[in-house]
């Protein structure tokens, strides 16, 4: 194939069989867009003309394929490292996927934990015993994270935990947030995204133990409404205010995910 530089390669397409280059219409496809991100998952940061090489695509194209990557937030351009003495000229621009584009990859990563978590039940003789050893890695689990979460929470005032655990989450992938609920006795803590919803939706101790460090970290005895992981818009869960807290402890019991009601957003 010959690319805008006027040199002759003939390029083998990742994925693809035999070693002919696609054709102009296929170039513009999305699936291809998608073998250049996952191109660059693979080989690291990548020049256009490496990813127009590796994937038997036109420089061109594949330019255009990582403007839409990069309008899309899901690459960026960064400056070429370069060892050793540097030649004349400016360094080349390398491409490189950001969390957002890392994480449109996730989906493998929880097949695995799905898999990995199976593993543990199996091993622990399955039925009761099983759902116990998995549930003593999701609180494991959980009580890490909680450790990452802790340093928001503690300059924090006690009417304004809730939000500092929402500014938590969204720091680590959950794209949280709260809002008012229309009784005054306290307000919702709003997940819209879950990085493992996969392997919560197969084994919701994930979820359970995630609602028992919200309890602890708030100080509060908190209740899921909804999850991602059974089929909600939204995870959901009710924290009460400061002032209601005692109240609410005695006469409410966390709902566990999968009796969880289901929430219209």
């Not at 990548?46 to 394929?65: C, I, M, N, P």
Request: net charge neutral; hydrophobic share 40%.
């Amino acid at each position: 194939m010959k690319n805008v530089s006027g040199q002759q390669h003939a390029p083998v397409a990742e994925g693809a069989p035999g070693d002919s280059a696609l054709s102009a219409a296929s170039e513009e496809q999305p699936g291809t867009r998608q073998r250049v991100a996952r191109s660059i998952l693979n080989h690291g940061p990548s020049t256009a003309a490496e990813l127009a090489d590796r994937l038997g695509l036109t420089q061109a194209a594949v330019r255009r394929h990582l403007d839409a990557l990069a309008a899309d937030g899901l690459v960026e351009p960064r400056e070429k490292r370069v060892y050793g003495s540097r030649g004349r000229g400016r360094p080349a621009k390398v491409f490189a996927l950001t969390d957002a584009g890392r994480g449109a990859f996730d989906q493998a990563y929880d097949e695995l934990a799905v898999e990995a978590l199976r593993w543990i039940e199996l091993a622990a003789g399955g039925g009761e015993k099983g759902a116990a050893a998995v549930m003593a890695f999701a609180r494991a689990r959980a009580e890490e994270q909680a450790e990452l979460y802790r340093p928001f929470l503690d300059r924090a005032a006690p009417e304004d935990r809730a939000r500092a655990l929402a500014e938590a989450l969204t720091h680590h992938g959950y794209a949280a947030a709260t809002r008012g609920v229309p009784a005054p006795a306290g307000e919702q803590l709003c997940q819209h995204h879950c990085p493992v919803a996969h392997a919560a939706a197969r084994f919701p101790q994930l979820c359970e133990a995630e609602t028992e460090v919200f309890s602890r970290l708030l100080g509060s005895h908190v209740q899921r409404l909804a999850t991602i992981a059974h089929g909600d818009g939204v995870c959901t869960t009710f924290v009460p205010k400061p002032e209601h807290q005692h109240h609410h402890h005695q006469t409410e019991t966390t709902a566990p995910p999968r009796n969880a009601g289901r929430n219209p957003a």
